[in-house]
C-alpha cells in the first residue's frame, strides 16, 4: 500500500519583533485517499469515518460545499469548478480536492492518485494546523498540492499549488519541491498581521518528509515552521507505539499553542484580536462569529488563495 506516516520533529522560530522558538515531535499519516476503505478494514486501531482509537473523518477535510467567507471577485476557472464539482451529500475527500483543483486551473483529469498528510482524529478529538494534499499523474510524478490552514477558531482556508509551483529537485532523480509565496489574508495568530505573505516550500514526500513554510513581512522573514521526519509503515504495532510516544497528541498541539501564546504575550509581543481587519480575512471557511458582522458569507466556488 501506498500509505504510511511519519514520525516528525516540528521547529517553529520567530525571529521579530521578539526572537521565540520552540521544538516538539509529532506524527503523521500519509494516507493515499483510494486506499481509505482497505485501511478501515485492514487495522484494528484506525477507522475510517467511525470512532476508533485513531480515526479519519473525511468530512473534516476541504469543507467546499460550504459558504465562502468574504470571497475573492474571480476564481482561476470557475467552469471547470463547476464541471467537477460533486453532488452535494455524496462527495468523498477525494472528490472534493478534485473540485478544488480544478477551481484552480489543475485539470483533475490529470490527477489519478492523492495523499493526504494529517493527524488524525485521536479519541475522537481533532485539531490540524495544517493538512496537506500531493495529487499525483498516472506516471507517479507529482503535480499539485494544498496546503489546508487551519487556525483555533476552527476556521480553514486551503491554499493551492500547481504543476507550474513545482521547482525541480537540486539533485538528480529528486522529487521536487512546491513552492510559492501568497498574501495571507487569513488569521493565524493574533501575533502575525493578517496581510504578511506565506511562503510555502513543500518538498514532495518520500522517504522523508521535508516541509517549510514561513512568514514575510516585505523581504523580511518573521517567522519559520518546519516540518521533518523519516516514514514509517503504517500499521497497527507501529499505532500503539505511538500512543504512548505522543500521548494525546491533538490535545498536546492546541495546548502548546495557547502556551506559547501566553509566552510571546509575557514578551509583550504587539497582538490584536481576532476581529481586527476584517475585510482582509478572505476566501475561508466556517468564518468565527467575530466576522459575520462585518463581511458577507456567500457560496462561491473556492477562489484563487
Request: some cysteine; aromatic content about 12%.
Amino acid at each position: 500500500m501506498n500509505s504510511r506516516l511519519y514520525e516528525c520533529r516540528v521547529l517553529h522560530a520567530r525571529f521579530a519583533p521578539r526572537s521565540h522558538r520552540f521544538a516538539y515531535g509529532l506524527f503523521l499519516l500519509a494516507v493515499d485517499l483510494d486506499e481509505l476503505p482497505a485501511l478501515h478494514e485492514r487495522l484494528h486501531l484506525f477507522s475510517v469515518n467511525r470512532p476508533n482509537l485513531y480515526s479519519l473523518r473525511e468530512s473534516d477535510y476541504l469543507p467546499t460545499s460550504a459558504p465562502l467567507h468574504n470571497a475573492s471577485p474571480a476564481t482561476i476557472n470557475p467552469s471547470a469548478s463547476a464541471a467537477a464539482a460533486p453532488a452535494p451529500g455524496t462527495a468523498s475527500l477525494k472528490a472534493r480536492a478534485l473540485a478544488f483543483f480544478a477551481a484552480h486551473g489543475v485539470d483533475p483529469g490529470m490527477i489519478t492518485r492523492i495523499e493526504l498528510l494529517t493527524l488524525p482524529r485521536i479519541f475522537g478529538y481533532a485539531f490540524n494546523p495544517v493538512s496537506f494534499y500531493f495529487a499525483y499523474d498516472a506516471t507517479g510524478h507529482a503535480v499539485a498540492a494544498i496546503a489546508e490552514v487551519t487556525n483555533t477558531f476552527r476556521e480553514m482556508k486551503p491554499y493551492a499549488f500547481g504543476p507550474a509551483d513545482l521547482l525541480p529537485s537540486s539533485t538528480a532523480g529528486g522529487p521536487g519541491t512546491f513552492h510559492r509565496r501568497v498574501p495571507k489574508f487569513f488569521y493565524v495568530s493574533p501575533f502575525s498581521a493578517v496581510d504578511v505573505h506565506f511562503d510555502f516550500q513543500l518538498r514532495v514526500p518520500t522517504e522523508n518528509l521535508h516541509l517549510q513554510i514561513d512568514d514575510y513581512v516585505g523581504n523580511e522573514r518573521t517567522l519559520t515552521s518546519h516540518l521533518s521526519g523519516p516514514a514509517r509503515p503504517l500499521t497497527d504495532a507501529r499505532l500503539a507505539g505511538l500512543l504512548f510516544r505522543y500521548p494525546l497528541l491533538t490535545l498536546r498541539i492546541i495546548t502548546l499553542i495557547h502556551w506559547h501564546a501566553l509566552r510571546l504575550f509575557w514578551k509583550k509581543v504587539p497582538w490584536f484580536t481576532k476581529n481586527a481587519r476584517p475585510a482582509d480575512q478572505r476566501d475561508l471557511y466556517h468564518p468565527h462569529h467575530s466576522l459575520s458582522a462585518h463581511q458577507p458569507t456567500r457560496p462561491s466556488a473556492p477562489p484563487d488563495a
